[in-house]
């Protein structure tokens, strides 16, 4: 088990023999707030990234985006561009769920605040129920395309939203393969799209040309966070037990796996998306223990190739009660997304066993930065409501690990 680096680390603190894909599961059934800290402490964000192009990144409208009962389906065609997408769960531990909340299912919100359900989604089994299965969303970096597991078609879906023309996969996915905790890279354009998920087991990470109805397997346990315009390189990342970094060219020239380059970084770190440079990625150090969770180091920019860090910076303008950071979308060439959460973090020694989970929803206030990663400057882009950072999706960033 792969992505969860974080986790792994402070689970070994207490256990050294541990089966990574039973935690995995176990830390997302339960859904408690604290376990979520020090998930969060550790996430990797998938985009795919080939323009320069900014990212208008605009906070939810709350009555539109968490009233389940002023929420309509997507329509046909004609929908604007979307600010974010969130997950919704209906499977409370105490009381009841709200009035048309749809379990497991998304929701997409656009510029203007209109929200709707996305009913072509295949909904994620909730954490109440057994055999877990994650379904995942990603958006174009211009709000505009949306990817998914189609429920009827049984593979991956491409939608424009103002068209509403949609691309399937040529091949069939398993519903099986999405994993507890599943994410898609959505290439600018729609063309391409890249699946990954936990736990890997044998089933591979895909890349789908879906204009030329092709598909690439890629190596389990690692994370696609890059891919260049045509597709024939990708960038994929790995946390456990090793922060590495890994570039695979020529994906499509032959039969062959591509010719790859590798490189273990000596600490562990929190990766953005592949920057516009197609070279570097923003990196934070991890320093979260269970013991001392929520703990992050400096931003600095990373070459992909050589793992060489540039010096780092400090992040400034950011409140001071600020304790998880995951860093999504680029904005531009010298500014990222840092999306934050200020939450009271725990040593695991001081979470009872018999901890009730957190009644699902609440919905929660995340804080989105344009963050300088050369001065470390941040400015405040937008607020949003989601129950945690595994659940809500930015254009051209999916989600986290």
């Known amino acids: 088990m792969t992505w969860l680096r974080g986790v792994l680390n402070d689970l070994a603190d207490d256990s050294p023999e541990v089966d990574l894909a039973e935690q995995t599961i176990n830390i997302y059934k339960r859904r408690r707030q604290t376990v979520i800290s020090l998930v969060a402490a550790a996430l990797v964000v998938v985009t795919a990234l080939g323009t320069t192009a900014v990212v208008r990144l605009l906070p939810?409208?709350?009555?539109?985006?968490?009233?389940?009962?002023?929420?309509?389906?997507?329509?046909?065609?004609?929908?604007?561009?979307?600010?974010?997408?969130?997950?919704?769960?209906?499977k409370p531990d105490r009381g009841k769920a709200p009035k048309g909340c749809r379990d497991g299912g998304w929701r997409v919100v656009t510029r203007d605040g209109k929200a709707y359900y996305v009913t072509e989604a295949l909904p994620s089994l909730s954490?109440?129920?057994?055999?877990?299965?994650?379904?995942p969303l990603a958006i174009s970096r211009d709000g505009r395309k949306i990817a998914y597991y189609s429920a009827k078609e049984g593979t991956f879906?491409?939608?424009?939203?103002?068209?509403?023309?949609?691309?399937?996969?040529?091949?069939?996915?398993?519903?099986?393969?999405?994993?507890?905790?599943?994410?898609?890279?959505?290439?600018?354009?729609?063309?391409f799209v890249a699946f990954s998920k936990v736990p890997d087991f044998k089933d591979p990470a895909l890349l789908i040309d879906m204009r030329d109805r092709v598909v690439r397997q890629l190596p389990n346990r690692w994370v696609p966070i890059g891919l260049s315009q045509d597709g024939a390189t990708i960038t994929l990342a790995e946390y456990s037990p090793n922060s590495q970094l890994r570039t695979i060219s020529n994906l499509w020239l032959s039969s062959s796996a591509g010719n790859s380059t590798s490189v273990i970084l000596p600490k562990h770190y929190n990766f953005s998306p592949l920057a516009p440079d197609g070279k570097t990625v923003a990196v934070i150090e991890n320093r979260s223990t269970a013991e001392k969770p929520c703990r992050y180091g400096d931003l600095a920019l990373m070459d992909t190739l050589t793992g060489k860090k540039r010096k780092a910076t400090a992040i400034s303008g950011l409140p001071p009660d600020v304790s998880q950071i995951s860093l999504r979308t680029w904005l531009s060439a010298d500014e990222v997304t840092a999306l934050?959460?200020?939450?009271?973090?725990?040593?695991?020694?001081?979470?009872?066993?018999?901890?009730?989970?957190?009644?699902?929803?609440?919905?929660?206030?995340?804080?989105?930065?344009?963050?300088?990663?050369?001065?470390g400057k941040a400015r405040k882009l937008a607020t949003y409501k989601a129950q945690d950072f595994f659940s809500i999706v930015l254009p051209g960033a999916p989600g986290a690990f």
Not at 128 to 135: A, P
Not at 161 to 176: E, I, N, R, W, Y
């Open 340 to 375: 934050t959460r200020s939450v009271r973090c725990r040593p695991a020694s001081e979470v009872p066993d018999d901890e009730p989970a957190v009644v699902d929803p609440p919905y929660r206030t995340m804080t989105a930065y344009a963050v300088n990663v050369r001065t």
């Open 60 to 90: 939810t409208q709350p009555d539109a985006a968490t009233t389940p009962g002023m929420v309509a389906d997507l329509p046909a065609r004609g929908v604007g561009p979307l600010s974010h997408a969130y997950k919704t769960f209906c």
């Open 157 to 191: 879906q491409v939608r424009d939203l103002a068209s509403g023309q949609k691309t399937t996969a040529a091949d069939k996915v398993p519903k099986g393969w999405l994993g507890s905790i599943s994410r898609l890279m959505l290439s600018d354009d729609g063309r």
């Open 127 to 135: 954490s109440g129920r057994s055999g877990l299965r994650d379904s």
